[in-house]
């Protein structure tokens, strides 16, 4: 069968001379190329074409959907529904599919207009602005960055939803959102794993390194609702820091007014400005010192950018693990152990949000218990470095130790006050020093009426620590921190501390000559 067909082949009618490159040709090749009908034989004429257009590949090499016409500038009108809402949010609703980087560029080049005038991503659009969108053109390969899904260790806890709103417990580490040289945060990533959410936006944002509760409208009615809360005080935010320093107030109000600018390196930050900048009001509450930092809550009244962060440092206490506004130093301390466990992010925690639902009115107050690495960090405070209150104590000798130690102010940070110290010197008795009483030591039993103490500091001669020891225990102290190289002795149910500097300094030479022989 084979072989006929090829011999009718060759007996096909043939019209002109061939070249000889057209002789070594397959049969259907010289047909196509003569215009002959395999099935009739007929010769038929080859329409000319009209004009010469470059032969364009399509199949592999290009997908589709980029054979159809070029992309157009568009002229968008804002209406009501979209009032308010931020441009880059409104170009992802017009652009489906476009990836955020490139609405970010597109934007930052000046191709998007808001009334025929530049804009940043964040403009708020207000109904009836006019918004230029330019033809946007991406490859398959910029498409494919779209966020991932969440893993389900990265899934943060969901607080509260309903068919309007969803209250999710956000992370430390994850950004609420892409830019600033992030491809995507959390609402790129929440939005990849609901696809079957038409619509899901940030109400608000918190900082990367900031936990705690974030709100995501899932319609545009409950967003347009929630934004006007925002913006006329109806939103209650409470947040929980761990600061820098001994807080002295119970409450403190902070109203320095934020400016928010951005370094010659593009990193974005605020200061406090009187001239430019913008009003802002934090509350703090003290809830526990614990020495050398305290717990605080921080009632927001307004929602400056880094407001928390930058009203603590400019009162002094500078959030801990803060890589922008805190105590780098001390960061580093703290990331490596200082306060008992090492701590590597800032201690900022949105624990509450009040406000009432857009929809259905409902009262809402929803709270996001700390994170387990902060609660380990506040136990550890709490239970054993004992800073949670201050302990009251006399001083025995004021020497030069004694007195070195009544000067000492970071006692305090530690939990130890030093109420009062005891000595025979009469240039001493009846002065003070530091602000610290010094009376006889006759006088002992007669003060510890006057003073809710418990705590001796044993800093005389040795050759009276027992005897000075004794008269302690007599009159009610419960514990002593013993600073002489004398070993006293006390009954079971007083706790001692001997802290001998002579000791110490033994120990440190030890190990000096172990390392010189080494």
């Keep these: 069968m084979m072989k006929s067909r090829q011999n009718n082949e060759r007996t096909a009618p ?9 002789r070594t040709r397959s049969g259907k090749d010289l047909l196509a190329d003569l215009n002959i009908s395999a099935s009739t034989g007929k010769v038929t004429q080859r329409p000319k074409p009209k004009t010469a257009l470059p032969r364009v590949k399509t199949s592999a090499q290009e997908p589709k959907e980029r054979k159809a016409a070029e992309p157009k500038v568009i002229f968008k009108k804002v209406d009501e529904s979209n009032d308010g809402q ?13 990836p955020k980087s490139l609405i970010y560029r597109v934007v ?10 530049r804009a940043h991503v964040d403009t708020r659009l207000q109904s009836g602005d006019e918004v230029r969108i330019p033809p946007i053109r991406y490859t398959e390969k910029e498409s494919e960055h779209s966020a991932p899904p ?26 609420s959102h892409g830019g600033s040289g992030i491809s995507y945060g959390l609402i790129e990533r929440m939005r990849a794993s609901r696809p079957e959410l038409p619509f ?22 409950a967003l347009v609702r929630l934004h006007e809360m925002i913006r006329e005080g109806e939103m209650h935010k409470t947040y929980q820091a761990l600061v820098k320093g001994d807080w002295q107030n119970d409450r403190q109000h902070a109203k320095f007014p934020l400016f928010k600018y951005v370094t010659p390196s593009g990193e974005r930050r605020v200061r406090v400005d009187p001239e430019n900048g913008l009003p802002s009001h934090s509350i703090f509450r003290l809830k526990e010192r614990f020495g050398p930092v305290s717990l605080v809550e921080v009632d927001l009244l307004t929602g400056r ?40 992010r800032m201690f900022l925690h949105s624990g509450k949000i ?4 857009p929809i259905t009115g409902e009262e809402l107050e929803i709270e996001a218990p700390l994170p387990k690495d902060c609660v380990e960090l506040i136990e550890v405070l709490e239970h054993f470095l004992g800073f949670t209150e201050i302990h009251k104590a006399f001083l025995f000798g004021v020497g030069s130790l004694g007195g070195a130690l009544l000067q000492d102010s970071g006692l305090k940070h530690f939990g130890l006050e030093i109420v009062a110290a005891f000595d025979v010197d009469p240039t001493l008795v009846g002065t003070n020093l530091n602000g610290i009483p010094i009376y006889h030591s006759d006088d002992f039993l007669k003060k510890m009426e006057e003073y809710d103490v418990q705590i001796g500091v044993l800093t005389v001669p040795i050759e009276i620590a027992q005897c000075i020891t004794d008269m302690m225990v007599d009159g009610g102290i419960k514990a002593v921190w013993n600073f002489t190289p004398f070993r006293i002795r006390v009954p079971e149910d007083i706790v001692v501390q001997n802290t001998s500097l002579y000791a110490h300094l033994a120990v440190m030479f030890n190990r000096l000559n172990f390392n010189e022989i080494k």
């Design 200 to 221: 899901l936006e940030l109400v608000h944002r918190l900082d990367r390194g900031t936990s705690g509760v974030l709100v995501l409208a899932k319609t545009r009615k």
């Design 86 to 98: 931020r441009l880059d949010n409104f170009l992802l609703s017009q652009l489906k599919g476009v």
């Design 305 to 344: 950018t880094h407001q928390i962060r930058v009203h603590a440092a400019e009162l002094g206490f500078p959030l801990v693990g803060d890589e922008k506004y805190g105590d780098f130093a001390f960061n580093d301390e703290v990331a490596h152990g200082s306060l008992g466990v090492p701590f590597k």
């Design 354 to 357: 009040c406000f009432h639902h």
């Design 108 to 117: 930052r080049s000046g191709e998007v207009r808001v009334n025929k005038g």
């Design 14 to 22: 043939k019209k002109g001379r061939t070249s000889a490159k057209s």
């Design 150 to 175: 969440l893993k389900l260790s990265e899934m943060p806890p969901i607080l509260f939803e309903d068919q309007n709103i969803m209250v999710v417990d956000k992370l430390a580490g994850m950004a």
